[in-house]
């Protein structure tokens, strides 16, 4: 649960890393994240709070996902990595992994509205809607055919003078 709420991304907001990806075999990943105790759960270990019941430090509230390189930064040097900096990393970690499907989704639907509305303007020509006769001569239909594929394959649509309609 703790590496689906951040996105399987180290919840250090300066690291953000990805902690899951494809293993050489098909059917396997790859893992290099770790679930870390905040507080921890035996007596001798990195922030152990006595207040804490057995049960509140097995918990997820008392768990945060992290890269195996932040895991071991937060248990080496606990008078920085306190227990209030690692709840306000997952906090911020859960709220970014949200953010980041909001984006993607707004971004993704508005790079695509914007993408078709290109793709229609580089395809409205005479020469794409009507007979070859109505682009006039045999070089103009040639030009409208090389402005289209260069407009397609550079992201500038020209006029016939050179002018940038859009890009």
């Excluded at 990806?21 to 990943?29: N, Q």
């Excluded at 008078?79 to 690692?86: D, E, F, G, I, P």
């Excluded at 911020?92 to 303007?121: C, G, P």
Aim: proline share 2%; with cysteine.
């Amino acid at each position: 649960m703790l590496a689906n709420r951040v996105g399987w991304k180290c919840s250090n907001p300066d690291c953000r890393r990805e902690t899951r990806g494809a293993a050489t075999e098909k059917e396997d990943i790859i893992s290099i994240g770790v679930a870390s105790h905040i507080t921890a759960a035996s007596k001798r270990g990195p922030r152990y709070d006595e207040k804490l019941t057995a049960q509140e430090r097995a918990s997820a509230e008392n768990g945060t996902w992290l890269c195996q390189s932040c895991s071991k930064l937060i248990d080496s040097d606990v008078h920085r990595y306190t227990v209030a900096k690692l709840k306000k990393w997952k906090k911020i970690s859960e709220e970014m992994s949200t953010l980041d499907l909001e984006e993607v989704a707004v971004r993704k639907n508005h790079e695509d509205k914007e993408l078709i509305k290109f793709f229609v303007q580089c395809f409205d020509r005479p020469v794409f809607k009507d007979r070859i006769y109505r682009e006039g001569r045999m070089e103009d239909f040639d030009k409208a055919i090389e402005d289209t594929i260069i407009a397609l394959n550079t992201g500038v649509l020209r006029t016939r003078d050179g002018s940038i309609l859009k890009n």
